[in-house]
């Protein structure tokens, strides 16, 4: 399976502040997906970043407050724009791989997430 | 987004009992997976299913895909201190677009 690196790891932030994630996967990857996790919840699924074009969102989830970047198959960010209290969550990069290189794909590996935390 | 149901929300057992859990949807998924999570970190992948019906084993481990596809069972067997943790399911509906359950919480008593 790939090796998923999220920077930062955690941060405490200002209400009003944006923060960018940075997702560096050590091999190339077609599908990089970021989703949300607050306090005792579990994961909601933000938006798949496409590499050269838009990321594609999720109910609920708009460019403005969270714009993605994939400037390549190796690297994307996430911004969490304007944030307030609510946005305190653990932020979680993943990539579609395989296990053990079978020929099986559609496997979901995550990164060790950013912890956010908003004053 | 799609809703996957979890049950139980939490469990409470005795060092090397079994555990059961399962996961429901609404929706028909091609694949089923089931992660574990640790405090502090991201989900790690215990089991991928791919057809219905398939029955996987990873170790004390094992998973079903319901003949529905709109169902996935997970056990665990003999547990062990080291199994507590939260874990969640998760379905690809349309090839590449993950879902996650609500989670089931296991505490395992010494």
């Known amino acids: 399976s790939a090796v998923i690196s999220q920077k930062p790891s955690r941060d405490i932030c200002q209400r009003g502040t944006s923060l960018t994630i940075q997702c560096q996967v050590d091999?190339?990857?077609?599908?990089m997906f970021w989703y949300r996790q607050q306090p005792g919840q579990s994961l909601t699924l933000i938006a798949t970043a496409n590499q050269g074009s838009e990321a594609t969102y999720e109910s609920g989830f708009v460019i403005d407050k969270f714009p993605i970047s994939r400037p390549n198959l190796t690297f994307s960010t996430l911004t969490v724009s304007n944030m307030s209290p609510e946005d305190s969550s653990i932020y979680l990069c993943s990539v579609v791989g395989s296990l053990g290189g079978s020929a099986n794909t559609g496997e979901l590996f995550f990164g060790e997430g950013s912890r956010l935390t908003v004053l | 987004g799609q809703q996957l149901n979890q049950s139980p929300q939490s469990m409470f057992i005795q060092e090397g009992e079994d555990v059961s859990m399962n996961c429901t949807s609404s929706s028909i998924f091609n694949t089923w997976l089931w992660y574990k999570q640790d405090p502090g970190e991201g989900p790690v992948l215990l089991i991928a299913?791919?057809?219905?019906?398939e029955l996987t084993s990873n170790g004390r481990l094992t998973a079903q895909f319901g003949t529905t596809r709109k169902d996935s069972f997970l056990n665990i067997s003999a547990s062990i201190p080291s199994d507590v943790g939260i874990y969640f399911c998760?379905?690809?509906?349309?090839?590449?677009?993950?879902?996650f359950g609500t989670g089931t919480s296991l505490t395992v008593i010494p």
């Open positions: 299913l791919y057809k219905a019906g």
């Open positions: 998760a379905g690809d509906l349309t090839g590449n677009q993950f879902y």
């Open positions: 091999s190339q990857v077609t599908m």
